[in-house]
């Protein structure tokens, strides 16, 4: 699969419900935090991924993963509670069967929701979901963290 074959909109919150996408807060791009807050800020981001699985790429196994880098380009870090780090990513194993009413040689659309719960963001600036498929990157969606700034 290919970045023809993919469409993600980031959002506040998503779910997937007999796999069509219910998506609440849709089409954001930045996240803006009070004048007086400091980092790290804790935010609810949704990602709702359209998939179309070709014909020939159906009754098998794919791989997706979704990491989330900062304007360098390098991974974003949660901390776990014995101290270490991992970087904030998610794994899916998905399929598309084929099933008796799809027609011979037709795409077959899969809708998922994917949700990172209390995201804890480090700095203010641009981040990006990368998205690969079968270890190939196959589209990114960025957005931006920002902090309000009231004029005297």
Not at 28 to 43: L, Q, T
Not at 84 to 91: K, L, T
Not at 109 to 131: M, W
Request: hydrophobic share 45%.
């Amino acid at each position: 699969m290919d970045a023809e074959h993919i469409d993600v909109l980031l959002a506040n919150h998503v779910d997937t419900p007999n796999g069509l996408l219910y998506i609440a807060g849709g089409g954001i791009d930045m996240f803006m935090f009070g004048e007086n807050s400091v980092a790290p800020w804790s935010v609810d981001v949704g990602l709702a991924i359209s998939l179309k699985v070709p014909w020939l790429e159906t009754n098998m196994d794919h791989n997706l993963l979704v990491a989330l880098v900062d304007f360098d380009g390098k991974p974003v870090q949660r901390r776990l509670p014995d101290g270490s780090a991992q970087p904030i990513e998610a794994r899916i194993v998905f399929g598309a069967k084929r099933g008796d009413m799809v027609e011979e040689g037709a795409d077959q659309i899969l809708n998922l929701g994917l949700n990172f719960s209390n995201l804890l963001i480090p700095a203010l600036g641009n981040y990006t979901f990368i998205f690969f498929i079968d270890s190939i990157e196959v589209a990114r969606t960025r957005f931006r963290a920002t902090q309000r700034v009231v004029n005297q």
